[in-house]
Structure formats: C-alpha cells, structure tokens
C-alpha cells in the first residue's frame, strides 16, 4: 500500500492533498430548494475565496438514510442532480453528493465532480466498485462501526478498479446508543494509507436517531474535533453549513451556522500551518 502522500485534481481549480492547503467540503446536508442551495453555495464559495481555501460544495440530492420513512430526502433524480450541476456551472466550483445505490452511479457521475460513499454503506463491495469504475475520485465515509485501519480492505476495493483517486473521511465511532466519539487516532492511521483523510466534524458530533425520529447532535463541539482533527494531520474539513440551523430539514443540530464559518475556518487555518510549518525541514 502506498504510504506517500497523494494528491488529487478535482477540478481546473481545485487540488487537495499532499502539500496542498486545507480544503472544505461544505454545505447544508440536503438540497432543500435551488435557491437556498445556490444561496448557501454562494456564500460558502466568497468565503473560501477570500481565505484562499480550495472549496467543494456538498448536499444530497436523495438523503435515503433518514432515521423516519416521514423524513425529507431532498428533490431526488434527475431535479436534485440538475440543482447540483446548476451551482457547478453558475459558480465554478466542484460539488459532491452521495450515491447510495449502484443504478445512481452514472448518472451522478455526469454531474458531480465526487462521488460520496455514505458511512453506512462503505462496506458495500458492489457501489464501491462501479463508482470506481467512472473514474472520478471517490470519497469513503468511515463507517462508524468500523476500526480506520479496518479502511485498508475497502481502498483495496476501489483501487481494483485502477482508480487510485480516493478520499477518506472520518466521521466518528459509535459510543453506545445514539451517540458518537471522535478517536484522533483515526486520523494518522488512515493517512498511512496513502491518500487525502478529511474530518467530518459535522457527523463526529451527530447523535444518529437520538430524537427518536430524526439524529440530534451536539454543534458546539465541531469547533473542538475540527480543531483536533486538522493538527491531527487531516488535510480537509468536512461541514454541515446552514444559515438557520433550527429550520433546516436535516442535520440541524450538528451544522455550523453560516455567520461563523469565516473565523471558524481562519482558525484551521492557523492550526493546518503551524502543522505544515513542524513537518517542513528547517
């Protein structure tokens, strides 16, 4: 297994991983309208532009594992894929969503720029595989129910397919009943294996099916695990961002609020090169 730091072109614009700055992954958690998701999008994108950050934006166009059957999933197929390539086109930017099944895989990948493994189906030998087979870089959500090192089988999975363009992501381990924890240690096992980690801070905090109908989660500690996680060696951040998280139709409680992203993200920063800065040679 390589154990050399990669790097990934996204886009035109966009390279993460290696000696590349911190990245973002940002956006609410499902498309709830276009306008508010190109709203969001926009002023997610002018922060990251004014910071300098290499920004993907995120959102489910079919959020299919939503604790009620009463629960929003979003536009689904084609109208969320086509809000999707809307904000790619109208902003320049990469975007990313999730496929849960292997009919999606095509036709997402005509559109997004990544393709998102969800955490609870990261096992899932037959999705991992044709989404390899596109071609375009694959992020793999940690199962919480898995070890990171356990990552090893599943980036053998991908890498089958001679796509080598794979992104882990951490999004914490179960802790009991409804509740999840954040072990740092996940990030530097996972970096071994050779390719970008991120920390989804936003799910760390998340406490899956803890309102009985819907997850709750813990938002003012995604501050803290971003923080761990990014000195932690991670080379982006993953955010559930909404400008009013108490109205929003998932995820909520674990969202960062749009107002605090910019000095949220200035204080990343400031972790991510006092990072760089020890790991270069004197």
């Not at 044709?130 to 940690?142: D, F, H, L, S, Y």
């Not at 909404?242 to 200035?266: M, Q, T, V, Y």
């Amino acid at each position: 297994m390589n154990t050399k730091p990669k790097e990934i072109n996204i886009s035109d614009k966009v390279k993460i991983g290696g000696s590349q700055p911190l990245f973002l992954i940002g956006g609410p958690c499902v498309i709830e309208n276009e306008e508010h998701a190109l709203f969001l999008a926009t002023q997610i994108n002018l922060v990251c532009n004014n910071l300098g950050i290499p920004y993907i934006f995120k959102a489910s166009y079919d959020k299919a594992n939503r604790s009620s059957v009463t629960s929003y999933r979003g536009p689904g197929y084609p109208a969320g894929l086509q809000v999707l390539d809307n904000i790619k086109n109208t902003l320049n930017i990469p975007v990313l969503s999730d496929v849960h099944e292997t009919s999606q895989v095509d036709k997402a990948a005509q559109v997004l720029d990544i393709l998102q493994i969800p955490a609870f189906l990261c096992r899932q030998t037959d999705l991992l595989i044709e989404a390899a087979r596109t071609g375009k870089p694959v992020n793999i959500k940690k199962g919480p129910f898995l070890a990171p090192h356990d990552m090893k089988n599943i980036v053998e999975k991908v890498l089958s397919q001679e796509n080598a363009n794979i992104i882990l992501t951490e999004r914490g381990t179960s802790f009991g009943y409804n509740n999840l924890v954040f072990d740092v240690r996940s990030i530097p096992i996972m970096k071994n294996l050779g390719f970008p980690v991120v920390i989804d801070a936003s799910h760390s905090v998340q406490k899956p099916g803890g309102k009985g109908t819907y997850s709750g989660g813990d938002a003012e500690f995604i501050p803290h695990v971003a923080a761990a996680g990014i000195a932690a060696g991670a080379d982006g951040i993953f955010l559930e961002i909404h400008d009013a998280p108490l109205k929003a139709l998932s995820d909520g409680p674990n969202s960062l609020i749009l107002n605090n992203l910019e000095s949220f993200l200035r204080t990343l920063m400031r972790v991510k090169n006092a990072i760089q800065n020890k790991e270069s040679p004197a």
